[in-house]
């Protein structure tokens, strides 16, 4: 049962583990809105070009930190973009940084700047066995990407013919399968050994694939993976809500201008950094589970990526507000999730 109106709770400051902060005025307008919700971030390395080095992993960190606005602690937890190309020796060396938390595959092609992603799995089994060797994550991008396949299928055909094989050759890898949209992939990393772990964005807890014609086209619904059915959003909501410390937050925030969206060939991305945690506050609300959306939000992931606990709290209301059109990014806008509509718990604390 959803709480009544007027309810607050108090819980431990969170982090998001899958961000998309971009870069230059696009990033000064966005890294606020996370900065004031988590006190973490795993920011991704889809800039264009990607970043691929310890050395602009480096740079992009600096950036982050000279654009975050005074007064606001935050910490950006770097990534690296594999490409076909990637050393051993630069695994090694990300390790050592300190600053680079995880390594990102996607597959050439899945999604917003992937085009120097990987084309062949089997030709980096080197860098997997480097990554477990440091023990350094290896994110996922989990979908298949060639055009026969159906986009609503490439998540689970992704996890037969690539996750299957790679979580049985690198046993000690840790894996981090970002942004689960389906039963089977739950289901996967439910069953996987602990090395295993999935994140779970709050649209995909609160919307299926009808919001992507809810009265027309809705190019703001639109991200990859792709809304999946009811039947498999239910079944991600019971993962995020289970307690299983093997499913925690990542927003997989992917602004994008107004304008690329609504556009004949719509760009993939949803905005929900500016209330992340209140979205999820209301999908475990709507579950009536706020009790345990502390430790999704919270803890399972510093204990997954072997991080200290953040010291600090929130408080959440259960009180509505209305949501803005569009908020300003860089020379341009960008529309969020729930745009013009109503949040229905603040951050008041
Ligand atoms: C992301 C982006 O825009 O960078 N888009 C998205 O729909 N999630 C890329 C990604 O994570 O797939
Ligand atoms: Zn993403």
Request: with cysteine; proline share 6%.
């Amino acid at each position: 049962m959803p709480s009544d109106p007027g309810t607050e709770i108090e819980i431990r400051r969170g982090d998001d583990w899958h961000l998309h902060l971009r870069d230059g005025a696009d990033m000064q307008s966005v890294l606020p809105f996370t900065a004031r919700q988590f006190a973490r971030a795993i920011v991704m390395p889809n800039l264009k070009p990607p970043v691929t080095t310890v050395g602009e992993a480096a740079a992009y960190r600096d950036r982050i930190l000279s654009a975050l606005p005074a007064g606001l602690a935050f910490e950006p937890l770097m990534t690296l973009y594999l490409t076909n190309d990637t050393s051993a020796a630069e695994i090694k060396a990300a390790k050592e940084s300190g600053f680079v938390h995880a390594v990102k595959l996607y597959p050439a092609g899945a999604t917003t700047n992937s085009e120097a992603g990987v084309s062949v799995l089997t030709n980096l089994y080197p860098v997997f066995e480097a990554m477990q060797e440091a023990d350094l994550p290896l994110l996922v991008h989990g979908e298949v990407t060639d055009a026969a396949t159906d986009v609503f299928d490439r998540e689970r055909l992704f996890m037969e013919r690539d996750m299957h094989p790679l979580v049985r050759r690198f046993p000690d890898l840790r894996v981090v399968f970002e942004h689960i949209t389906t039963r089977d992939a739950a289901d996967f990393v439910e069953n996987a050994t602990e090395r295993v772990a999935a994140t779970i964005t709050a649209h995909h807890l609160l919307l299926n694939r009808n919001a992507l014609f809810a009265g027309g086209i809705r190019p703001h619904h639109y991200c990859l993976p792709v809304l999946k059915r009811e039947e498999h959003r239910q079944r991600l909501v019971a993962a995020a809500i289970s307690g299983n410390p093997k499913f925690f937050a990542g927003t997989d925030s992917a602004p994008h201008a107004k304008h690329t969206k609504e556009n004949d060939c719509g760009c993939a991305g949803i905005f929900t950094a500016y209330a992340a945690v209140e979205l999820y506050a209301e999908a475990f609300d709507n579950a009536g589970a706020l009790d345990r959306l502390e430790g999704f939000l919270s803890e399972f992931g510093p204990r997954f990526y072997g991080l200290p606990l953040n010291a600090g709290k929130i408080k959440l209301k259960k009180v509505k507000s209305a949501v803005p059109k569009s908020f300003v990014m860089g020379a341009n806008e960008v529309v969020p999730l729930r745009s013009g509509g109503e949040l229905e718990w603040q951050i008041v604390a």
